[in-house]
């Protein structure tokens, strides 16, 4: 068969099935929804008069977020990415350690290990949960490092490997608990980087609690949002004090006196955006279920076809599905761009997954390990439209 | 007398003349009235299901402040530390550059240069404006720094002087037009740290549209408020490219690939955030009226005593006096921790000035010129209670 005819099959497959499911005009890749006490709750809190960092709902959530995640302390602030800058800065990164994450991620991730003047070392993942392969991990940096005075050490660098961040792809969880044994092994702090992740769970416990931190994100674009927002996930008290400490431009506590100890970041969330995150977290299961709900539909609308598949939650997990996912078989992945700049003109919002970081030109120099699946599913993966109005709307 | 009679003498006077001129129980520092259009607003931004940072909250509110300060360009970021971090990216500070700043004023105007890497180099500041001293910089700088390349080089340390941040005390203007002079003849970026000086303008012109860039904070002990948020003014097309890029993770333009070129942060203000501030700027000249006139009125009740005086705002300066400040006679500085600790104890909420940052241990090693005014001016200064409620409300 010809190209042309091709890419039309593809994208007429896609087109049309979610066009007569649905009924809509415009399928949006992620919209929030507001049918809880969200204005409710911010008229409250300009009622209140305290809409800054200091307030009854930035505590609310928190205390929210805890009892969802079971994570022993919650501490809110203003985005995933100052998120994981604290916890950074928190397991003490120093200036050019090596902080082993996925290529495979959005740049979010990896930011903040700059902002440290940390390196970041590119690790695979694996198709079955599109996050941190384990067993390749394991053997790499067996290969890699050497442990000296019980530190990590890159033989090839010389450079300490501080940090693993582990980012659990479009909400599907990592293999979190073989990731954490290695860590373990190889005393290397755990971060779990669950921007995406909210609401998902594996083997029964919350994704960002099995690590030293864990990062939630609650922008615009997220299972539940508070337009910016993001929360740090430890149960560890130490940790805990101290990124908060650092989230208050380091203030010593003084009955009157403005005295700092260290450089200090202003990091923490305001209490109008907590107030929207309450409300959206009241309802997170009927979202939860109905994003759930969205991948059974598309599974089986797209059963009789051989062009890709739809993604599937791994073992063990209980996935939010964020993103809807479909792979391209290998035969068809030249067809990517197109069908995702056609459908996009057709009024569904589909995307590729972000491009490989290791692959952007200022982080061409970082360390890496062989790639061969972050590129591969670079060339595969396409994102549905996810929003939870598709079907509660 | 005796000591322990001054003390009372004092705390007695401002105690009693505050609480019977406005009768009420607590007296705040400054807190935030919320009267206009807020919860119209937000439940707009709610009902749009724009929340993040992108939304037409964002997009006014930039306008607004551009019309009202008339800066050519803003571009709205989650606070003023951010602000302030992204002016000096875009201005190329570079790691190990030295930036003049005052050491009298709040942390945030010192952080974001350490995230630069580069080194704060304290100078002093002068009674009559409590901003930096052009006089005593100019033959600072002409004594200590050399020209090179048409670079400002720091003779002694061997480093170059990138950039001067000039903060507008209280809200009361510097002397920035002589400044700015100093600035041009050393090759010196120019930035205002105008976070408290919203309203504040020195000849007709509002501060923070003298220099390269300017700084504006929406916190809520602000004079107007956006919960978290804070705004860039520049009137250079190419910086307000750069900070807008930098600002968004540094992605490229592009129908639906993720392509970030530099290292990049999440810094942008939400729409909910952004719907507080433009409704709050709709009654900024109510609340300067305000504020002018609870200036007025401690002018009048302190004029009969002799233990210290209201400042006033500079000479060709019209002030927002964001925060009303007494400085104490010489004679009397020894009391000024046990007054500021009995009168909030009183309910008449007072602070010192912030504790000079050159004094702050991670500090002590920083460049700094003879900084005898702003030791002094540490032990002279208390605000008193701000907010426009004592008013208004």
Not at 324 to 334: C, P
Request: one cysteine or more.
């Amino acid at each position: 068969m010809k190209k042309k005819n091709i890419e039309n099959l593809i994208i007429k497959e896609i087109e049309i099935k979610i066009k007569n499911f649905f009924r809509k005009k415009i399928f949006n890749l992620h919209e929030p929804l507001f049918f809880g006490n969200e204005t409710k709750y911010l008229n409250e809190c300009i009622k209140s008069s305290y809409v800054s960092s200091v307030g009854n709902y930035v505590n609310k959530f928190e205390k929210k977020i805890s009892n969802y995640t079971k994570s022993k302390y919650s501490l809110s602030v203003i985005n995933g990415t100052s998120a994981l800058h604290l916890t950074l800065l928190a397991a003490k990164i120093n200036k050019n350690d090596e902080v082993l994450v996925q290529s495979l991620t959005f740049v979010a991730s990896v930011n903040p290990i700059l902002y440290c003047g940390a390196i970041p070392h590119f690790v695979d993942v694996e198709n079955d949960t599109l996050g941190i392969d384990p067993t390749k991990l394991e053997k790499y940096l067996e290969y890699i490092s050497i442990k000296k005075n019980n530190k990590c050490i890159n033989k090839i660098t010389k450079r300490k490997i501080s940090a693993l961040v582990v980012m659990h792809t479009f909400g599907h969880p990592s293999k979190i608990i073989q990731l954490k044994k290695i860590c373990r092994k190889f005393n290397i702090i755990l971060i779990e980087d669950a921007a995406e992740a909210i609401g998902s769970f594996y083997k029964n416990k919350h994704v960002g609690t099995f690590g030293d931190f864990g990062v939630l994100s609650f922008n615009g674009n997220k299972t539940i949002t508070s337009g910016c927002g993001g929360m740090i996930l430890t149960n560890n008290y130490k940790f805990y004090k101290k990124i908060k400490h650092l989230s208050t431009q380091s203030r010593v506590k003084h009955k009157f006196e403005f005295i700092h100890d260290e450089i200090g970041y202003n990091y923490r969330l305001s209490n109008i955006n907590a107030a929207v995150g309450c409300a959206q977290l009241e309802y997170i299961n009927k979202i939860l279920r109905s994003k759930r709900q969205i991948f059974k539909i598309y599974k089986a609308l797209f059963s009789n076809q051989n062009f890709f598949t739809v993604f599937k939650e791994p073992i063990y997990s209980k996935s939010n599905y964020w993103l809807q996912t479909i792979l391209l078989n290998d035969e068809y992945v030249e067809y990517k761009n197109v069908i995702i700049s056609k459908l996009n003109d057709s009024g569904i919002k589909v995307r590729p997954v972000w491009k490989p970081i290791h692959l952007l030109k200022h982080f061409k120099k970082s360390p890496k390990m062989n790639l061969y699946n972050t590129n591969l599913l670079y060339k595969k993966i396409i994102n549905l439209p996810s929003s939870y109005s598709l079907i509660l709307n």
